[in-house]
């Protein structure tokens, strides 16, 4: 009786984390390469994005939303880290992977290219926060890694490392992908608030993560990983 009271219970939770309406998928690209990171302009009707086609580096790109072209970005070389409310561009000059971890010069960029400023080397990854004025960075230090806001001061640090970095929508927490051992995709979904008090918000795991944003209203981390032993599928954990 035990048993099959759980089962109803699980199947009834189950159940009531589901909306039922399946996820529509619309292909923007057609060439042959490696998308490396996406973001959504602040209007939602274009994508930019970093890809390496047919050989060539990585390189930036527009994409709208209602037609199958892209348009390259008038930008050196760069992978893209983040788009910020008011359409400013954190990009990767001169990005560099050593297997898949890659790190580049950070730099800032008008959302329709024009010229890059750098503002510091041996950048991971970056973040805007919500009112476009700083960035959250992950950065490699003596062997740790660190994640930062603004830069120089430091929320977190671990010996394994940190990836997909996403500021909150007001602001107030980080929510990240948190990996014990360096280059292992096996790993937890953190928050961390502005005074580094840091919350792991679920167990490991072990099929990886790969991606993460926040729900519009905040209350929810959005991210895709497996358990080890089903695909990767689109998840999402409350606070």
Known sequence: AGLLAGWLLGARLDGAGRTGVEPTFTRLTYEQGTVWSARFTPDGGTVVYAAAWNGQPIRLFFARLDTPQSTPVSLPDASLLSVSPTGELAVS???????WMGEGTLARAPLLGGGARSVLEGVREADWTPDGAQLAIVRRVDG????????????YETAGYISHVRVSPRGDRIAFADHALWADDVGTIAVVDLSGAKKTLTGIWAGGVSGLAWSPSGGEVWFTASPGDSNLAVRAVDL
Do not use: F, I, S
Not at 93 to 99: D, I, Q, R, T
């Open 93 to 99: 000059l001169g990005h560099a992977y050593e297997g």
């Open 144 to 155: 740790r890694e660190r994640l930062e806001l603004p830069a120089g001061r430091v929320l």
